[in-house]
């Protein structure tokens, strides 16, 4: 059972002591219940190897404790303090480049090292068993943002030992390796796994087998990473939970299977788009789409870790939150599934590279706007938090967000444009238009409670997977298939047999003729009538079984078949030729839903959203205007407000609204 | 006597050795006559040092043999196998900022390494005496596209020491060096060649004429590699003819100085603009102008190596080539002077980075549309091909391409657009429009075949040069020179005597007052009552016994020569001092014909090229429609269809005709 | 005294010995009275070691001094000769990503290499005395424009090594330097100053208080290489002056440290914009306050010492300048304070690099029209300059350029279009469109004299910088501080009490409730019934007991006030909360003029640039026509022409007259 419903990121080490009171204070006055800590401090609790200083750290323990405020430690292996890396600089990364990159930022370390695994090894022990028994200290997170900003990990000879046993342990013989990767081509076959190596800077051209299994292995090395520590915590500190700070969509680690070593997942969500995203962009439906993915890692209930409480930046600002803005992100993460929220920061950071990304409290301490409205919400909707507690929005549909899938169309993504997510928020963005709840699923996960299985560029197609996708149809589900799919097989090479889609060809009931790139132009879907702009791909379909529903409108294809539907067992295939505009898309899902017999939640203006959580049948239905002008909203008249306010049938700019129906 | 008019490249290594007698059935059935093979094998057949394994290549060899199909083969050193490399990794090339690019590619080579040299000479010993009695076995290619794709060579220390052993022989001594380079400027003068080295990073700056000496080396070296090679061949293989598949205005080497080791030349010719090219622009005239230049690699005709046969790309992908175009790709080549086709490739490489660099077949190996339209084309020009073996389209114009020229204005392009090849483009491309064939030629070629020399861009000027110039006008040609002509001497230091164009103003009759460079704006020329636009760069000229065409229009030289022509000797010089816009250079060639007498083959609307090859006095003449619409052209009545058609003076959409006159 | 009015730049090393006579000859029926040489000819004169060969440069002076003409040496360590880096290729500088910048260009030397220091001191030291009683070497310039083309200076140990020196004469112990730095942050902190770094390449992220003392050092390492030379000019050659070849607003060593070992300031003025200049800009402006700046240096009149005198460009050429431009931007400088024109270069160099970068004479030495038109100019204005000597500009009004603050800006420029000269150059170009005469001065400068100080971004605030500007209010001045003050301490450590902007909110006389960085979008300013645009950013400032003068008229502070203004003790504080669009910085600069009791010299027409110099009284007025059409220009009857031409009241295009009012 979960006790918390607010927390905040709080670095007492950054602050006076003698303030650390008034700190602890504040925040229980505000409703403050858990803090994390300590993820980032490795030089003051051990300023040389094995002279471990906790007495701070406790000292501050003790006075949240006493204000009745829980603790979540971090281990701090994203920062090797300066003593270490002087005497082992090569535990410092090797960039794709070969070029070392240096103390000074964070996450300036080699995970294979096994110098720096001794490190870790030797504080997280000391740090597990010192708060073994602290009743305050309550749970743990390893590393931080585990797979951000690591470049693309390290490629010292370390890193490439591990690759290597990991291939050897894949693949067995170096000729099994040879096939996999089709080194027949340009020359590349191996003798041993010794001449393998990481995918390094050539003169031109990579092995995309070769640069898939780099980055499966990257993934896997991240979470055996994590697995080594929470290994030592939960031997030496045993019952105390263990999550980590997620990044939505981030695909350096699969977060599927770092999942599987955590007791929930948490996440950091940051909706004011620092760093390169732009500021006019409407996105409350990407951030939509990070926190059901991050559900789905776990398959329920989440936190968030890090809350934006302000303006974000580095060198670099972000904009300031308006008025009611910080609240309306806070109730979104609430609204797909989040129990806790924990704000990052305390206060703003007065040293270092994070000076401007901004705390509940400014730099002077001084409680301002940010205070009070982070203040209020807490106030008003802890209630609300405690009686969610566990539940989820319930969804009949899901996507299938693949780690494989993205990896190999960042390798070879075809078009310039196009990227794996992006193609992914084409169809949970339609449904978000929509009011449609949505999970995310992996390719593990179960499908058949989903009436409904969006699975988008089934790039790399295994007979495993082919299987499971028609059994799936089999027993009545509709799946819906998108272009570039069947082409290769599990290790990145073309299938040479079959037609495309290969090993689902019949299941979509579509044999490809061709295919087309539309680099540098666009194309033209017409159903019904109706002419809706595509770009990027088009598979150009020939039905075997399938009816066309949407054909090209545009080249020498034109009259061919760009949207199929075929019946298959009890179920539905739908196959989709090409990259949908969101009209497109829009007409794609208001027919997909009708089909499957799926109803929104409510019909709303644009910029509305609606979500809903089910605690025992009892639906909390959430409204949120991401707009900043207020907007009319129609309710059943079976929905009450969950604060018992009078409904004016009016959204306010920026504005929330629960709703409760039995 | 060449006796094949169709090939197509193939690499039985990548698929099943069952498919094998298949495949080659299905070449033979398709019009098949000659294959390339094994260029990038290295791996396959020397799996260790000495243990050499041609038993797959014999075999492979025997069953096209049997359908009475022969064989190319190429030497694999473009991809030293893992086994070289693990034991010499300084093998592979360290690029312009010291960085090692390695194994996973292709060319991960340094072409001056003694090791590596005696690595090649094993290999290719051993290979060509293996061949040598061979009766399908017909001729040979060296490596692969010598100078794509390798970076600007390698910077190690041998290729430095071949440097200075260069620049000694160049030089004798350094004194002299010092003088042909400028060293007195910024302190750079050298005690001993010990002191030179390759033109590496600098802080700011680098020495034009080091530089340009260093792109001369570079291009010197690649023709000794393959020399290298050459010899090998020759001496072990006697009777067999070696080609290479150049690549266009590539300028990495000279292929005229390459070319004079070859028995014909040979292109790769990908039309469909893979990579960086635009895929909405026109562009049939550029590869026209690349045809046109590869036959001047050998001033007669040539083949295709590698000609488009569907799909390009590698991480990105060009567009799907439209129905009929490949055929129409294929008979431009014809049109230009190719005697065979050679398709790439056989089927699409379900391995490594060509994946997506679609063959004839598909991945299925199903033949497709591509397989229909090349089947067709082939059965049906066959005998057009035979009958043109040998011949060329006969000019009366040539352009002067210069590969010295274009390496210094890379080094010092002047103005941020400008590029030597577009500049010559200009003119080609305007000669294209008006149907006037074109020859290139050489700086060490003949010029008096022709009535009209275009030589653009003569910015280094030497005696030797500005006297064949001369000469070739004072007995009557009529020759173009533009602007930025005779400023250096041929070692990139600027003359520092006379009056610009120096060396070669008085043939021109101008001296130029002053010059412009039009950066972030452009210029107008003003001819006869129009104003033209004009861009990149203004020689504001003064004329001496030169007349002016054409006067500025723009700027504080408003009125002054922009264009003038010499009457000289028997002959004519025009200088044009500015880069024209397609209009103005429409008007120039316009009165460029008329005044030297050249007339075009036919005039005919936008997108409709019109060629001819002669044979034995008898013309065949080839309509070639580039765009996706038809078009009516008007021809004369001495010209009948070749293949008995009739005419409906319609041209079909990417439709092709092609007519005779005797 | 200052005997000279016009110089040029030589090089005589770069030509035939039997060219000199001519040239020196030339020069003097010119004008030229001084030459600049040598500052890149140490491979000539000593071309091994200790091998001094002065001979050529004695005879070149000799032919000089013949005419009448004195001579400025320059030391020669921008360029050490290929013998000393092939001896001791580590002085070769490494730049951030730790690769080696070679030889080949310029400035390839390691400014803390003691190898090279002790070359330096070998060279300079003989150098010196060799022309220590040479009576025509009347000055020298050590090096070449220091701390241009320098990347950022070098990282390698021996600059470590020198940074560490000055951290601990800064800090003393490292307790100091991690409390300074707030190295509590990410861990950083350090247990001994051996542990310390440049800043280098991180995985993300950078220290910005370890960044500005690298800025502040590398500033330090170039003052300190000037002194270590001019120290041993000034012991073996004393009696002569040392004057240094400034950059305008370059940044990398601060122009106010090192004028501090200048006898005066000079400066290379070349506003026909190379390089990455946009050539249809106005940006006569911008070239204005270069000079104004350059003043500051020394807060004295200054030498041009490198005056555009032709097309310039190293790759890429700027523009060619128009007839009269080259007068009128030399006049330009003597209209803001230069004595003395020295123009780069003779003639046109036919080696290396700086091939394009245009003398006086063209590369064949045949006089031209830029010969013409300087000539005239000397000839016109020699008596001129005579009387002008020493004289400088009176401005009642002063901004305050930090080199501090404008490192600030660059390690965190918070919005991406942010840039600290960019924000400076909004008020001076609002009192140069104003003809309000303008200085700059520095932190350590007497602000007293000065009606109003404007000091923008006072991003860094330190008590006694506070207590300045106060004391400086407190007396009656008017200062205009701008947004983004008051933020940080001295070591780049956000303040974390008292009220933004901190120290001086009382001052200011207001408290910022919040700050919002405009990313993607900009903002508006509504004062006196009008809307202007801004950008950047926005302070939204509550005021105590400052007036609000104008208010924003966007987002959810709109009505906030953007401008105030507070009478503190005798004067006045202008707060401006936002970056100003042209309009608004036009309308502030008027309000503030009018309350300041400032007049401006004339009103003029766009481009019609108005500046006096005033000596004994006497006010010498220029009127500068930047633009290429004639403009009408009415002047006080008291201003009568200084050349006593009759004055028609209209300034032709790239005009000059001079005026004197007595």
């Known amino acids: 059972m979960n006790h918390y419903q607010f927390g905040v990121d709080y670095y007492p080490e950054h602050w006076p002591k003698e303030r650390w009171a008034t700190d602890a204070r504040m925040m229980r006055e505000m409703g403050i219940q858990i803090v994390r800590m300590a993820e980032f401090s490795w030089a003051k609790f051990e300023p040389s190897e094995g ?3 906790f007495e701070d750290l406790d000292e501050a323990i003790d006075i949240l404790g006493r204000e009745g405020i829980d603790v979540i430690l971090g281990t701090p292996s994203a920062a090797p303090p300066a003593w270490i890396v002087e005497r082992d600089p090569d535990i410092q990364p090797l960039d794709w480049t070969m070029r070392r990159r240096h103390f000074g930022g964070r996450h300036h370390d080699c995970q294979s090292h096994p110098v720096y ?11 597990a068993a010192h708060y073994a028994d602290n009743p305050h200290v309550v749970g743990w997170q390893v590393d931080n943002e585990l797979g ?3 470049g693309d990990l390290c490629f010292c000879e370390h890193c490439e030992a591990r690759f290597r046993a990991w291939l050897k342990q894949k693949y067995v013989t170096i000729d099994e390796l040879n096939r996999a990767w089709g080194t027949a081509f340009w020359s590349q076959g191996y003798a041993s796994f010794d001449q393998v190596h990481a995918p390094r800077v050539t003169v031109t051209g990579l092995n995309p087998s070769q640069d898939l299994d780099w980055k499966r292995f990257t993934s896997n090395l991240i979470c055996e990473f994590h697995q080594f520590q929470a290994d030592i915590l939960r031997a030496h500190a045993p019952g105390k939970f263990i999550t980590h700070n997620l ?3 981030c695909s350096k680690p699969s977060y599927y299977d770092l999942g599987k070593q955590l007791d929930f997942a948490s996440h950091d969500q940051y909706p004011g788009g620092h760093f390169h995203a732009r500021h006019d962009e409407y996105r409350a439906d990407w951030h939509a789409a990070e926190l059901d993915f991050i559900r789905a890692v776990k398959q329920k209930s989440f936190w968030i870790m890090e809350q934006q409480s302000g303006i974000t930046g580095w060198e670099i600002l972000g904009r300031a939150p308006k008025p009611g803005q910080i609240p309306l992100w806070a109730m979104q993460c609430v609204a797909h599934g989040a129990d806790t929220i924990v704000f990052f920061r305390w206060r703003s950071c007065a040293m270092g590279t994070e000076q401007y990304w901004h705390g509940i409290l400014p730099h002077n301490g001084v409680p301002g706007r940010y205070h009070r409205e982070i203040s ?16 989820v929005p319930k969804a009949e549909m899901a996507i299938l967000r693949s780690y494989d899938q993205e990896r190999a169309f960042d390798i070879q993504p075809h078009h310039p444009q196009h990227r794996y997510i992006q193609h992914l928020a084409t169809y949970y963005k339609a449904f978000h238009r929509a009011n449609v709840p949505v999970d995310f699923v992996g390719e593990e996960h179960d499908f058949t409670p989903y009436k409904v299985l969006i699975a988008p560029l089934q790039f790399l197609m295994t007979p495993e997977h082919a299987a499971k996708l028609r059994a799936y149809v089999e027993r009545g589900g509709t799946l819906v298939l998108t272009w570039r799919s069947g082409v290769k097989d599990g290790t990145n090479l073309c299938h040479t047999e079959g037609a495309l889609p290969c090993l689902v060809d019949d299941l979509c009931g579509v044999a490809l003729a061709e295919y087309d790139c539309l680099r540098d132009t666009t194309g033209l879907v017409h159903w019904d009538g109706v002419d809706y702009p595509c770009d990027i791909w088009c598979d150009v379909l020939e039905t075997t079984t399938a009816e066309p529903i949407a054909v090209y409108a545009h080249e020498f294809y034109a009259g061919s078949p760009a949207i199929t539907r075929n019946r298959y067992g009890k179920g539905t295939v739908y196959y989709v030729g090409t990259q949908m505009a969101p009209e497109l898309a829009d007409r794609f899902a208001c027919e997909l839903c009708a089909d499957a017999g799926i109803k929104p939640l409510l019909v709303t203006p644009h910029g509305v959203e609606v979500t809903h959580r089910v605690v025992d049948g009892k639906r909390y239905l959430f409204l949120l205007n ?21 409904w004016s049938g009016e959204l306010s700019e920026l504005g929330v609204q629960v709703f409760v129906e039995e």
């Not at 695994?117 to 740090?127: D, P």
């Not at 209020?376 to 539940?391: H, V």
């Open 247 to 249: 990044m939505g969509f």
């Open 376 to 391: 209020a919400f807490m106030k008003k909707y802890a209630p609300l938090l405690k009686e969610l507690n566990g539940s």
């Open 51 to 53: 002279a471990f200083r």
């Open 626 to 646: 991401h707009l900043e002008t207020s907007q009319r909203v129609d309710v059943p008249a079976s929905w009450r407000t969950w604060d018992d306010a009078d």
């Open 117 to 127: 695994r001794a490190h870790i090894k030797r504080y997280v022990t000391a740090f």
């Open 148 to 150: 951000n900003s690591h």
